[in-house]
């Protein structure tokens, strides 16, 4: 139970920290961008190699593919809900949505492994990776519409959830269906492509300009060379 503890901390940690960087530094535009990218490569990494290809290797296309769909439309529903409700300002929440989202899901795939006693250090690592740019671009938008302590409270809560997930799967793995992980894996592939689609390529580009795919490579690199 200590090491699941000290697995999700490594989630939750640099989520946290990308949060407080997000609203204490007031980072340059083309920097925000480069981190953008970079969290977006370093998701797509996780995507094919952590969330769904174990998913189709267990449960096939039509399964893993109609779980990895489910993701994508439940977070472009829920992005679309908040951007009508927030306009300019859901950035932020979507990048927040977004990590819980797909955090959650990888969270309890963490979990899941350290049950079996497999490490999952990989995944751990991917997950990591792509939680500090995400949050440090999310809170970063959430400056103009909350207070620092507001935000840094929301962004807090979400990353003791995160947490408390990995904790609580770990403990409970054995009751879970032998389906269910991989089908949650893919559904949090579904909805990270969502999040890269929608909410940071987008933004990153915007912000960044075209340079920004060499950062969206390097964070592939990086992310697919710590899994290797």
Known sequence: MLTALWYGLGTAVPLFLGAAIGL??????????????????????AVSTELFAPAFADQGLWA?????????????????????????????????????????????????????GSGGIVLLVAVAVGNIPEAVAGAASMRSALSHRSAL????????????????VTAFADSLPEA?????????????????????????????????????SLGFLVAFALGA
């Open 64 to 116: 893993a593919g109609g779980a990895l769909m489910l993701g994508t439309v439940v977070y472009v529903v829920a992005d679309r809900v908040i951007e009508n409700m927030l306009g300019p300002a859901a950035l932020g929440w979507a990048l927040m949505l977004g990590a819980l989202l797909d955090g959650v899901p990888e969270n309890a795939a963490l979990g899941t492994t350290l049950a079996a």
């Open 180 to 216: 269910g992980i991989p089908l949650i894996q893919a559904f949090a592939g579904g909805a990270t492509i969502a999040v890269i689609a929608d909410s940071l390529m987008p933004e990153a580009y915007r912000e960044g300009g075209w340079w920004v795919g060499i950062c969206t």
């Open 24 to 45: 204490l530094y007031n980072l340059p535009r083309p920097v925000l961008a480069g981190l953008m990218a970079f969290g977006a490569g370093a998701m797509v990494a």
């Open 153 to 168: 409270l929301i962004w807090g809560v979400t990353a003791v959830l995160l947490v408390a997930v990995v904790v609580v």
